[in-house]
T-cell receptor, first 112, second 113 residues
Framework: LAKTTQPISMDSYEGQEVNITCSHN???????ITWYQQFPSQGPRFIIQ???TKVTNEVASLFIPADRKSSTLSLPRVSLSDTAVYYC?????????????FGQGTELSVKP | DADVTQTPRNRITKTGKRIMLECSQT?????MYWYRQDPGLGLRLIYY???????NKGEISDGYSVSRQAQAKFSLSLESAIPNQTALYFC????????????FGPGTRLTVL
């Protein structure tokens, strides 16, 4: 399973766009990139998943360059309620079953 | 009602006691998982089950056992609790292979004195 590296913490203000970058230099051909969000004392919640280029849903966008060695989660116009820990996970999720490996995550703090 | 429920939500126990944490789901998923989370860290996989007859060890299974009583129920047991098993425990479910989203329960905060 590919190791991921992401910033420990980030600060932002309400209304700003936040970009969290994750490095995964040893990503394998079959690996996907998935992001989860976790609020204090709650279970993680799936945000978005992608394989290459760009994926967008109602919550976020995921940008993946051609070499796939990094990815960027983009949260448009954050609010106070986006304060949470964001985890980047990389793996062959369709075939590896439940082997989600969570790193330390990025603690995002959104200020008024 | 929540799709994934865990009982109890909080538990304080003493070293050496046997503890069972229970998880139930109404999502109709075959796959269920148990994770633990220590303060400031990500989640680590303890056990997972792809169906009622399938049980697999995860990253940190020592000191734990599980039982898959039915498609909807997956229990985690600590046969003889120790203080370093104090943590937040999460149950999760997922659907068919290729559908990669896992749905997590609200967690059980366990303290072993």
């Amino acid at each position: 399973l590919a190791k991921t590296t992401q910033p420990i913490s980030m600060d932002s203000y309400e209304g700003q766009e936040v970009n969290i970058t994750c490095s995964h230099n040893n990503i394998a051909t079959n690996d996907y990139i998935t992001w989860y969000q976790q609020f204090p004392s709650q279970g993680p919640r799936f945000i978005i998943q992608g394989y290459k280029t760009k994926v967008t849903n109602e919550v976020a966008s995921l940008f993946i360059p051609a070499d796939r060695k990094s990815s960027t989660l983009s949260l448009p116009r954050v609010s106070l309620s986006d304060t949470a820990v964001y985890y980047c996970l990389v793996g062959d999720f369709p075939n590896q079953g439940g082997k989600l490996i969570f790193g330390q995550g990025t603690e995002l703090s959104v200020k008024p | 009602d929540a799709d994934v429920t865990q009982t109890p939500r909080n538990r304080i126990t003493k070293t050496g006691k046997r503890i069972m944490l229970e998880c139930s789901q109404t999502k109709g998923h075959d796959r269920m998982y148990w994770y633990r989370q220590d303060p400031g860290l990500g989640l680590r996989l303890i056990y997972y089950s792809f169906d009622v007859k399938d049980i697999n060890k995860g990253e940190i299974s020592d000191g734990y056992s599980v039982s898959r009583q039915a498609q909807a129920k997956f229990s985690l047991s600590l046969e003889s609790a120790i203080p370093n098993q104090t943590a937040l425990y999460f149950c999760a479910t997922s659907g068919l292979p290729g559908y990669n989203e896992q749905f997590f329960g609200p967690g059980t905060r366990l303290t072993v004195l």
